[in-house]
């Protein structure tokens, strides 16, 4: 016969297994360690010798269970000196909670009841257990919160921290977070880890009491020095983010750490966030991988989303379309807005799986059915270009809408260009700057480039080439190209700068690497009558070829006109007529001449 102290504790793990979806030896270990202190009986030993094993991990593999438990078996009569019998009914009770078989049979409900009834507050709080978890008994949470306040009026802590779980969710009582914070300081100032925690997490979020960082912080570590996981990972993140504390990556990786270690799901993938971004240790793609893996892999939501990514972006992993969108969907699946958006995106463009853009304004609405900005953005471009859904300009201008009201740059900047070019919504100039003034103060480059163009052209505000070469400014030392191009022609022209062509030259450059085929046109024309650059003819036919390439009919005369007078590249009639022609076919009247004028004199 067991030990009812040993029996009690594979009790409160059947119990804890509950709250848990995932079998982690480590975690079964922490709890034990939490629920008999330091107090290593035999029976306590034997345990953590079995859950410390390499055995272990063949728990819930049934072929190899028969094995498992010879080895264990020996292993605990050589080192411990138990029976082999008693070992053996040790471990059958501790498979059968590993697996998450029914326990019921090692819970005496009447013998419980009537301790219970006997005033005593132990088998208080256990039947409390049972009748909330319906574990031997029907599930009943009036009755679990009528035992557990009897518990918790005897100053018991574990029943005062559960009764404040009721409070905390309705269950067999009104909710009253209220209630929930006075019974979770009751359990906390007794030094119960559980409640320590929940009265953390009432400071931090201000629920059922005033919102204090500091207090939030103060609980979170007594009860994060005690050894509880989610006071750990709560911790590590006030430290990351600055809650209550100094910001300090390094503190919020150590308290992660801990957690991670201890089989916390959301502190896994909190530590994969530290490798990843070099939070507090040495950026290690490879190793925040391994992190989001193990968490992703017990269903954390946030962990199969970055795991998605990591695939999508080749960080840590070989590229791999495939898993990102068999990891966003894993995500998705659960409500993750991040990951249905980037699944939609995934459709969208055909990555991982056959373009389908039905398919990507689905995933998107059901990102829009939260509330989330980014696929209310998306969905007005959806239906700005008829994706998936028949073209329509209202219904982009309302979703832009309810994205921008969000704070969304990109689509207050689409808000404003619906104003700019009335599509959705009447013209309205006024309106525009707006809307692309709220952008361009979030630092949205294109909102900051439309703005400067409103301010060139006068359009909403009066005309002001002083603020458009603000606007243009501070969007081309964001790598916009068509604000680099602007730029260099206001220094071109003088216009609220003053002239100058070496300025000029360095704004087109920095705007023609990035393709801008106007840019490469204008940078060409000074190469060719050297302006701000010494004259170079072959420079010149350099960048009007890229700008031709690109279909620039200006450049495709000048690279013809090249060609045809052997400037910056050999003579050649029959390139410059290909050239020539290519102008002549969008529209260009040089060119049309210059076309008749060479098969006149050949």
Not at 171 to 176: E, F, I
Not at 199 to 221: I, N, P
Not at 428 to 441: G, I, L, R, S
Request: net charge negative; proline share 2%.
């Amino acid at each position: 016969m067991l030990d009812r102290d040993f029996e009690n504790i594979i009790k409160q793990i059947a119990m804890e297994r509950e709250k848990t979806i995932f079998l982690e030896p480590k975690l079964y270990k922490s709890l034990l360690l939490d629920y008999v202190k330091n107090d290593f009986k035999k029976e306590t030993k034997l345990l953590l010798t079995i859950l410390n094993t390499d055995c272990a991990k063949y728990i819930n593999t049934a072929e190899n269970l028969t094995e498992c438990k010879q080895l264990l078996v020996k292993r605990l009569e050589d080192e411990e000196n138990i029976s082999p019998s008693k070992s053996s009914e040790m471990l059958d009770m501790l498979i059968s909670v590993l697996r998450g078989e029914s326990n019921n049979e090692i819970i005496d409900v009447d013998h419980l009841i009537k301790t219970a009834e006997q005033g005593d507050a132990d088998a208080q709080y256990n039947l409390g257990v049972c009748y909330n978890r319906g574990k031997g008994i029907q599930q009943d949470y009036i009755k679990a919160f009528e035992w557990f306040m009897k518990a918790a009026d005897q100053g018991f802590a574990k029943a005062q921290n559960s009764l404040g779980n009721c409070y905390d969710s309705g269950r067999g009582v009104p909710q009253d977070y209220g209630k929930a914070v006075e019974w979770y300081t009751k359990a906390a100032e007794q030094g119960f880890a559980g409640g320590q925690f929940n009265l953390g997490w009432g400071y931090q979020f201000g629920q059922g009491v005033s919102e204090d960082y500091a207090k939030a912080v103060e609980w979170y570590t007594k009860a994060a020095e005690q050894g509880h996981s989610g006071a750990q990972n709560s911790l590590g993140g006030c430290y990351e983010n600055g809650i209550g504390v100094s910001k300090d990556y390094y503190k919020a990786f150590e308290w992660y750490a801990k957690a991670a270690e201890q089989g916390h799901i959301m502190a896994q993938t909190n530590l994969g966030v530290c490798y990843q971004c070099g939070f507090g240790v040495t950026r290690d793609y490879v190793k925040a991988v391994e992190l989001y893996t193990k968490a992703a892999e017990q269903g954390n939501s946030f962990a199969q989303s970055f795991l998605g990514s990591c695939y999508k972006n080749g960080t840590g992993v070989p590229e791999n379309y495939e898993k990102a969108v068999e990891w966003y969907t894993k995500a998705a699946e659960q409500g993750d807005v991040v990951a249905q958006n980037n699944l939609a995106w995934c459709y969208d463009e055909g990555n991982g799986v056959p373009q389908n853009y039905s398919k990507a304004v689905e995933w998107i609405t059901k990102a829009v059915e939260q509330g989330d900005a980014d696929a209310q953005n998306s969905l007005g471009v959806f239906y700005k270009y008829g994706k998936g859904v028949p073209k329509d300009y209202n219904k982009a201008f309302e979703w832009y809408t309810k994205a921008a009201e969000q704070g969304h740059s990109l689509a207050q900047t689409h808000l404003g260009s619906c104003y700019l070019h009335g599509q959705g919504v009447p013209q309205d100039y006024v309106m525009a700057v707006e809307w692309f003034t709220k952008a361009a103060e979030q630092d949205n480059s294109n909102a900051q480039h439309n703005l400067g163009f409103c301010y060139m052209k006068g359009l909403g505000v009066p005309q002001d080439y002083n603020k458009a070469v603000e606007w243009f400014t501070k969007a081309a030392e964001q790598y916009n190209s068509s604000s680099q191009f602007n730029l260099g022609i206001f220094y071109f022209n003088g216009l609220g700068v003053p002239q100058d062509y070496n300025k000029a030259v360095e704004c087109f450059t920095k705007a023609a690497k990035w393709d801008h085929s106007v840019a490469q046109r204008n940078l060409g024309g000074c190469y060719y009558n050297g302006q701000g650059v010494p004259q170079d003819y072959n420079k010149a036919a350099e960048w009007w070829t890229k700008s031709a390439e690109q279909g620039d009919a200006i450049s495709q005369y000048n690279l013809g006109l090249c060609y045809h007078n052997g400037q910056g590249v050999p003579r050649d009639y029959d390139k410059a007529i290909e050239w020539y022609t290519k102008a002549a076919e969008q529209g260009n009247d040089n060119a049309k001449q210059a076309i008749a004028s060479l098969q006149t004199t050949r």
